[in-house]
């Protein structure tokens, strides 16, 4: 199959000819290895037992004598690489693109000597968005929403609801997506049960009870894009078990899921020198691929479009919070490729919030509420037009993304932009 280029790509031709060493971060399957296969000449998998082996007993050794540009693959399976690529890094006369390193776990805190910093730069890989999995074609870029005045918005749209359904129970991890219906689901289920059985068992941990852990990620699941606290999405894990694990057991798993980078919230934003008070601090949840809720829950396209699912989620409609948490998967990595923070906003007593606040480089700010209708109406402008009044001049713009099929701007300034045409 023909390589599909991927939004990172961009970020890695601009970058990598004048940066050293360079780390592709994200959950297994996500595609990083391939990308970076497109531009290395020699590979070090450190997956395969004689490689690592080979690699543990000089690490220094074994890297700094390889051709460049090498891919250093699973680098996280021997922790002391980290440090061998900075030390060949500063033992490097020139500044071009030398090493790739690939991981599907971020190492536990004291498995390396140093940070990388000033030598590794990290950048994140998430699952593909509409664009890259060639559904769509962008037209509204967010690098000028952010870096210009506003102006105006056109084009048009074809997918529908629908569409973005089905797109998001497919899955943007690249293998699984292009797989038959039966088969991605087979797929989807063993992904889930890999990192209870594999997955987090390599990082030294052992799931003593399997099913609790699974029943976490359900309940995760099922507070996809809402702000449900940790001990609600414990009580939606554990209803009237008579043993329930103890708390520091369930925040550990969190935790680990977060390394392996599974669990992917959005944390609070924290507006520097902005008067605006009682805002919440705690994060907004979300899983790496929509698709895992998805299959976490056994919802298929027809049940979430029917609402036909028997489930009652913490808060708004479980569509609703699922179109969203595709939503910010797209528009988290048009951020990343803009020089651009994604984080979203709420006051304490709910009163008020904005689903995404991206802030670029220069402070720019962009407010952006997501809604799966075609057809907004003017009650789901309201949070958008609070903000702008807190902010004035420097909410940079504020827009509306949709199911529709148009791109335009009201009257009264806002921008509303179907989902599919919004790109770094």
């Given at each position: 199959?023909?390589?599909?280029?991927?939004?990172?790509?961009?970020?890695?031709?601009?970058?990598?000819?004048?940066?050293?060493?360079?780390?592709?971060?994200?959950?297994?399957?996500?595609?990083?290895?391939?990308?970076?296969?497109?531009?290395?000449?020699?590979?070090?998998?450190?997956?395969?037992?004689?490689?690592?082996?080979?690699?543990?007993?000089?690490p220094?050794?074994?890297?700094?004598?390889?051709?460049?540009?090498?891919?250093?693959?699973?680098?996280?399976?021997?922790?002391?690489?980290?440090?061998?690529?900075?030390?060949?890094?500063?033992?490097?006369?020139t500044?071009?693109?030398?090493?790739?390193?690939?991981?599907?776990?971020?190492?536990?805190?004291?498995?390396?000597?140093?940070?990388?910093?000033?030598?590794?730069?990290?950048?994140?890989?998430?699952?593909?968005?509409?664009?890259e999995?060639?559904?769509?074609?962008p037209?509204?870029?967010?690098?000028?929403?952010?870096?210009?005045?506003?102006a105006?918005?056109?084009?048009?749209?074809?997918?529908?609801?629908?569409?973005?359904?089905?797109?998001?129970?497919?899955?943007?991890?690249?293998?699984?997506?292009?797989?038959?219906?039966?088969?991605?689901?087979?797929?989807?289920?063993?992904?889930?049960?890999?990192?209870?059985?594999?997955?987090?068992?390599?990082?030294?941990?052992?799931?003593?009870?399997?099913?609790?852990?699974?029943?976490?990620?359900?309940?995760?699941?099922?507070?996809?894009?809402?702000?449900?606290?940790?001990?609600?999405?414990?009580?939606?894990?554990?209803?009237?078990?008579?043993?329930?694990?103890?708390?520091?057991?369930?925040?550990?798993?969190?935790?680990?899921?977060?390394?392996?980078?599974?669990v992917?919230?959005?944390?609070?934003?924290?507006?520097?020198?902005?008067?605006?008070?009682?805002?919440?601090?705690?994060?907004?949840?979300?899983?790496?691929d929509?698709a895992?809720?998805?299959?976490?829950?056994?919802?298929?396209?027809?049940?979430?479009?029917?609402?036909?699912?028997?489930?009652?989620?913490?808060?708004?409609?479980?569509?609703?919070?699922?179109?969203?948490?595709?939503?910010?998967?797209?528009i988290?990595?048009?951020?990343?490729?803009?020089?651009?923070?994604?984080?979203?906003?709420?006051?304490?007593?709910?009163?008020?919030?904005?689903?995404?606040?991206?802030?670029?480089?220069?402070?720019?700010?962009?407010?952006?509420?997501?809604?799966?209708?075609?057809?907004?109406?003017?009650?789901?402008?309201?949070?958008?037009?609070?903000?702008?009044?807190?902010?004035?001049?420097?909410?940079?713009?504020?827009?509306?993304?949709?199911?529709?099929?148009?791109?335009?701007?009201?009257?009264?300034?806002?921008?509303?932009?179907?989902?599919?045409?919004?790109?770094?």
């Amino acid at each position: 199959m023909a390589y599909m280029r991927r939004t990172v790509d961009d970020e890695l031709d601009e970058l990598f000819p004048s940066t050293p060493a360079i780390a592709l971060d994200g959950p297994k399957f996500v595609g990083k290895t391939t990308t970076a296969h497109q531009r290395v000449k020699n590979v070090l998998a450190l997956d395969n037992p004689a490689t690592r082996e080979l690699v543990g007993a000089d690490p220094f050794d074994a890297i700094f004598n390889e051709p460049t540009p090498t891919l250093i693959d699973e680098w996280q399976n021997v922790p002391a690489v980290w440090d061998a690529v900075r030390r060949a890094v500063d033992a490097a006369p020139t500044r071009e693109g030398k090493y790739l390193l690939t991981g599907s776990a971020s190492p536990s805190p004291g498995t390396t000597a140093h940070s990388g910093a000033g030598r590794i730069i990290r950048m994140r890989m998430r699952p593909m968005t509409l664009s890259e999995r060639g559904v769509s074609e962008p037209v509204v870029s967010l690098r000028k929403l952010l870096y210009e005045p506003p102006a105006s918005l056109s084009g048009r749209s074809t997918l529908t609801l629908r569409d973005y359904i089905q797109e998001l129970c497919r899955s943007g991890f690249p293998d699984i997506r292009s797989s038959p219906e039966r088969n991605r689901r087979k797929d989807l289920s063993s992904y889930l049960h890999n990192i209870v059985d594999r997955d987090i068992p390599e990082l030294g941990e052992t799931v003593r009870r399997r099913e609790v852990l699974l029943d976490w990620l359900r309940s995760y699941a099922l507070s996809s894009a809402t702000t449900a606290s940790y001990k609600t999405i414990i009580d939606q894990a554990t209803p009237g078990d008579s043993d329930p694990p103890a708390r520091d057991t369930l925040d550990k798993y969190r935790d680990l899921l977060r390394q392996i980078w599974i669990v992917d919230p959005v944390d609070a934003w924290h507006p520097r020198g902005i008067p605006i008070d009682r805002l919440y601090t705690g994060p907004k949840h979300h899983l790496a691929d929509p698709a895992l809720a998805a299959q976490l829950l056994q919802l298929t396209p027809e049940k979430l479009l029917r609402g036909q699912h028997g489930i009652n989620p913490p808060r708004g409609s479980l569509l609703g919070n699922f179109f969203e948490s595709f939503a910010t998967l797209c528009i988290r990595v048009a951020a990343q490729a803009v020089e651009a923070e994604v984080r979203h906003m709420r006051t304490r007593n709910g009163d008020h919030e904005v689903d995404l606040i991206i802030e670029g480089h220069d402070e720019s700010l962009v407010a952006i509420e997501i809604k799966a209708t075609a057809v907004p109406e003017n009650k789901d402008f309201k949070h958008l037009k609070w903000l702008r009044a807190q902010l004035g001049a420097r909410l940079t713009d504020a827009l509306l993304i949709t199911t529709g099929q148009g791109a335009y701007r009201r009257e009264d300034g806002i921008g509303v932009v179907p989902l599919a045409m919004l790109g770094p």
